[in-house]
């Protein structure tokens, strides 16, 4: 039988790294929040800065998932699980009592805040992907109202092209 408090010190391991992944995922869900308000009102810059802030997170949340897998690991070992992939619910189910009601809580939380991302995210693309249409419209238009010419591109839309100047002589 393993050691109670090895398995309780390795399961606290486990939910103590949950409980930060879910405090990245937390910093995570409020910059796409202010990313997708920055896309909203077409503010570039701000939504440049945001993603590198994000970029910033995801390494974060990718060093702390490295330790999520190590604790679980241990964690499934002490338990006498050898399946790398078991989930840190599952094993939460195997520790029982106190110890694995905590790891499952932090799971459950973990899982709840990935999910919310998730949404989010592809909200922002959506929203991401309206802006893009809508600024290609603008370029369109644009480009209709500075090419005098009126020459149009193989694919049927007016294209910038060479400007035409017309000019007499009048002194010849």
Do not use: C, F, W
Not at 110 to 135: E, G, Y
Request: a negative charge.
């Amino acid at each position: 039988m393993p050691d109670a408090d090895k398995i309780a010190n390795a399961a606290l391991r486990l939910e103590a790294t949950l409980t930060e992944l879910q405090s990245a995922y937390d910093q995570l869900e409020q910059l796409g929040a202010d990313r997708l308000a920055a896309v909203r009102a077409a503010d570039l810059p701000q939504v440049a800065k945001i993603i590198a802030a994000e970029s910033e997170v995801a390494t974060t949340i990718a060093q702390l998932d490295t330790r999520r897998a190590e604790a679980a690991k241990e964690l499934g070992e002490l338990l006498g699980v050898a399946d790398e992939q078991l989930s840190a619910s599952a094993l939460a189910r195997r520790a029982a009592g106190k110890v694995g009601d905590a790891v499952l809580d932090a799971a459950i939380q973990l899982r709840t805040v990935i999910d919310r991302v998730q949404k989010q995210n592809a909200r922002a693309q959506i929203a991401a992907q309206t802006l893009a249409s809508h600024m290609q419209g603008v370029l369109r238009a644009a480009q209709g109202k500075l090419n005098h010419s009126g020459a149009y591109g193989s694919g049927g839309v007016v294209t910038p092209g060479p400007a035409v100047v017309s000019m007499l002589d009048l002194v010849s």
